[in-house]
């Protein structure tokens, strides 16, 4: 069974230009995260989907990131325009389960780099 | 609120050296906790979680933890590390809204 999948693995762009990532989760799996992982630091969440209803995206910064799960597979995570800042690797992951004592399986990541 | 403190941030270690890999939580009730591994390149992948019964948990790769409510601690430990497991290692708790909350990581340098 694949896991989850995300693309680009790599993205190098300049400041203020847009930047798009893409997940596709486990089949079957309802629960859907971003994270955000910056050097040396821990993942944290940017926002949660269950299908398609994003049910915890306080920590999205809504005047430049946005996403969308429009049929409750698949999602894209956007950014625009980027900020130096912004570099980080961008991590989605997905769940069976309502609750999060259930196990995330998370995806190889993408890797932002703004020049 | 919710917080997890990996006090190591780089441990090098012998291969087949005992390792113990150090997590400390914050947290009202009783946590769930998690340890993830993060290999190069790699997506996270769970190594084992606690939420109650037994504070002895098993995990894959024959890592272990103990949980110690009056520690408010969650280490990790195996018994002989293998050159292949160097990677980074975060400790995780979920929070009251159904967030995982990570600590910063500890990255294994294993030796031969």
């Excluded at chain 2, 087949?16 to 340890?35: D, I, V």
């Amino acid at each position: 069974e694949a896991g989850v999948v995300q693309s680009p693995r790599y993205k190098i762009i300049e400041k203020k230009q847009p930047v798009a990532f893409w997940c596709n989760p486990i089949s079957g799996h309802n629960t859907l995260y971003w994270y955000r992982q910056n050097l040396g630091q821990g993942p944290e969440l940017l926002i949660r989907y269950e299908n398609e209803e994003a049910v915890d995206d306080s920590q999205l910064p809504k005047d430049r990131f946005s996403a969308e799960r429009l049929k409750g597979v698949d999602s894209t995570l956007k950014i625009q325009p980027a900020e130096l800042g912004d570099s980080a690797v961008y991590l989605c992951a997905s769940n069976d389960r309502m609750r999060i004592t259930g196990e995330l399986f998370f995806g190889e990541g993408s890797r932002l780099t703004v020049l | 609120a919710q917080s997890v403190t990996q006090p190591d941030i780089h441990i090098t270690v012998s291969e087949g050296a005992s390792l113990e890999l150090r997590c400390n939580y914050s947290y009202g009730a009783t946590p769930y906790l998690f340890w993830y591994v993060q290999s190069p390149g790699q997506g996270l992948q769970l190594l084992l979680k606690y939420f109650s019964g037994d504070t002895l948990v098993q995990g894959i790769k024959g890592f272990e933890a103990e949980f110690k409510r009056s520690q408010s601690s969650f280490n990790l430990r195996k018994p002989s590390v293998h050159w292949s497991d160097a990677a980074e290692y975060f400790c995780a708790v979920a929070s009251n809204t159904d967030k995982l909350i990570f600590g910063t990581g500890t990255r294994l340098q294993v030796f031969p």
